[in-house]
């Protein structure tokens, strides 16, 4: 759980949708900060959840992103609480840190990756990074990239099948 680990780079044809708010279960592993990719299950779940620790996600028709969290949570051990998300949109292009920075660390290697589905990694310490291995499920696509301008940074969007709201 880092606090900003996830910025947008370019909003929606329409800017950023306005942010929503979302219940949070009492109890959370831990609490989600904002600038963090936030998950929801589709049908009847009534709270967002976050990104475990030490897992990969999201995976289409299995995990659904509801958004990006524009607060911290105040849900705590024995109280829910709420959290603010922005909705992610198709169009939206995100940033993240690279997990192994040396993969990304050059134009040529980055422009190797860019259109690859690849996965968020949060780690035991709560960190959320981009891995770079392809995978048909997958549910984010590596999106092109000045890495002059974002040294570490990874530019993604979301696949429709990993979208709460698509």
């Known amino acids: ?49 976050w990104t475990a620790s030490n897992t990969a996600k999201p995976v289409v028709a299995t995990d659904y992103i509801a958004g990006l969290s524009a607060s911290t949570s105040t ?29 990304w660390d050059t134009q040529a290697e980055y422009d190797a990756l860019v259109g690859d589905r690849v996965l968020l990694k949060t780690s035991a310490a709560g960190v959320q990074t981009i891995l770079a291995s392809d995978s048909a499920t997958s549910g984010l696509v590596i999106e092109p990239m000045d890495v002059s301008k974002y040294p570490g940074k990874v530019a993604f969007s979301v696949r429709a099948g990993a979208i709460y709201n698509a």
Do not use: C, Y
């Open 75 to 103: 849900d705590t051990a024995s109280a829910a609480g709420v959290v603010d998300i922005i909705p992610i949109t198709q169009d939206m292009v995100l940033l993240a840190n690279a997990d192994t920075a040396a993969t």
């Open 1 to 49: 759980m880092a606090l900003g680990d996830i910025t947008i780079l370019r909003e929606g044809a329409f800017g950023a949708p306005g942010s929503r708010r979302h219940a949070v279960a009492a109890g959370a592993a831990a609490s989600i900060k904002a600038g963090e990719l936030v998950l929801k299950t589709l049908g009847s779940a009534s709270v967002v959840v």
